[in-house]
């Protein structure tokens, strides 16, 4: 069982900037892709944002393309996303998501089999 820990969230005005942090407590995560997703009220859940945890390599959803980067540091088991130049509509609750290998699109929310409790980002225009 894999657990995910988020932080980093907070309130911030357009414009600004925020990183998030997910702490997963699985050592070895090798072969996992981690995610960033995110849910406004009202909405479902959106992908921001996956990484492979063994190549480093990212995907972005169109609309956070050049805004949002995600990272990782295996030496802490940790994944970030850094988030600038935030607008108002960027106002959610963010989760971070990880997988065991899948044929399944990155992109969905059932792909992935563990979940983090989530992370309140607001921006205030």
């Known amino acids: 069982q894999v657990q995910l820990v988020e932080s980093g969230g907070g309130l911030v005005q357009a414009g600004g900037s925020l990183r998030l942090s997910c702490v997963a407590s699985e050592r070895t995560l090798n072969t996992f892709t981690m995610a960033w997703f995110r849910q406004a009220p009202g909405k479902g859940r959106e992908f921001q944002a996956c990484?492979?945890?063994?190549?480093?390599?990212?995907d972005y959803a169109d609309y956070v393309k050049g805004r949002f980067t995600i990272t990782r540091d295996i030496t802490k088991n940790t994944v970030y996303l850094q988030m600038n130049n935030l607008k108002p509509e960027d106002t959610a609750v963010y989760y971070c998501?990880?997988?065991?290998?899948?044929?399944?699109?990155?992109?969905?929310?059932?792909?992935?089999?563990?979940w983090g409790q989530g992370t309140q980002v607001t921006v205030s225009s």
């Open positions: 990484i492979s945890w063994t190549t480093g390599k990212t």
């Open positions: 998501a990880a997988r065991r290998p899948s044929s399944g699109a990155y992109a969905i929310e059932g792909s992935y089999d563990y």
